[in-house]
């Protein structure tokens, strides 16, 4: 079996324990928390098994949006508008990690790729020299399309 029973054991019974503790307010945790714990959760059950390839992508997302989520309730979410990119960058990490923790597929490192240069252009967006990076995006389109239109001809 590709996923044993005794890893969904172990996260109902950390689970369990951690909003028990937090019921009876005798450990009070900020919301952002739980999703950082859940996805070190995730990142824990693929390092003990690494045929477990399905966690580490939600492990390391988890991880990287609930230190963002902590960040911006604690500065009162003002920083938001600067920081949304990391949700482009947290998957691309994901999808990266994949590639190199695993068998080198194409099809991690395509949208791992791409996400991370996505996120790095939101990102550099305010600054002046790149701000005509668009102009690229559409090039290549372009690109793509007229050698999908020659090579179909």
């Known amino acids: 079996m590709l996923f044993e029973k005794k890893y969904l054991s172990w996260l109902f019974i950390f689970f ?10 005798v450990l009070r945790l900020h ?11 995730f990142l824990l059950v693929y390092f003990l098994k690494r045929e477990l390839t399905f966690f580490l992508l939600p492990g390391v997302m988890l991880t990287v ?20 990119p990391v949700l482009f960058l947290a998957p691309g990490l994901g999808f990266m990690l994949l590639y ?6 194409t099809y991690f490192l395509v949208p791992g790729g791409l996400l991370l ?9 305010r600054l002046t020299v790149i701000k005509y990076w668009p ?13 999908h239109h020659v090579t179909k001809t």
């Open 16 to 25: 369990g324990l951690v909003f028990a503790l937090d019921n009876f307010n």
């Open 117 to 125: 240069l996505f996120g790095l252009l939101f990102f550099l967006r």
């Open 31 to 41: 919301w952002a928390l739980y999703i950082i714990l859940a996805g070190l959760l």
């Open 65 to 84: 949006y609930g230190f963002l989520f902590m960040y911006c309730a604690l500065s009162q979410w003002q920083n938001m508008s600067l920081l949304w």
């Open 100 to 105: 190199f923790l695993q068998k080198r597929e």
């Open 135 to 147: 102009l690229l995006l559409m090039g290549i389109g372009i690109a793509l399309l007229i050698r």
